[in-house]
């Protein structure tokens, strides 16, 4: 069982910035892919970023340029820094993980969340 613990959340003005960072702890062979996602209120979830474990990363244009993804794979930590926000960042940002068992199966885990809201 994994367990992702999610902080750095919170109120901030357009054209600032926040750092989102996730730990994964637990029982587990290796943490894999690990990326965040975002859940506006009346939206679907989706995709902010993306890391692998030697450090490939994916943005979808919406946050190319402003959004950062790094991992830390000693601490098996995440981040998300996210500068130039602008109001329609606005969301609940989820953080999820493929961990890999000690059996080396794959199971793909969710933190619970944490709010950004972005005023104007």
């Known amino acids: 069982q994994v367990h992702l613990v999610e902080s750095g959340g919170g109120l901030v003005q357009a054209g600032g910035s926040l750092r989102l960072s996730c730990a994964a702890s637990?029982?587990?062979?290796?943490?894999?892919?690990m990326g965040w996602y975002r859940q506006a209120p009346q939206k679907q979830r989706e995709l902010v970023a993306t890391?692998?474990?030697?450090?490939?990363?994916n943005y979808p244009d919406s946050v190319k340029g402003r959004f950062t993804i790094s991992r830390d794979n000693a601490k098996n930590t995440v981040y998300l820094q996210m500068d130039s926000l602008k109001p329609e960042d606005t969301a609940v940002y989820y953080c999820?993980?493929?961990?890999?068992?000690?059996?080396?199966?794959?199971?793909?885990?969710w933190g619970q969340g944490t709010q950004v809201t972005v005023s104007s």
């Open positions: 999820n993980a493929d961990a890999r068992s000690y059996t080396y199966k794959s199971y793909n885990y």
């Open positions: 637990g029982s587990f062979f290796s943490i894999d892919a």
């Open positions: 890391i692998t474990r030697a450090g490939s990363t």
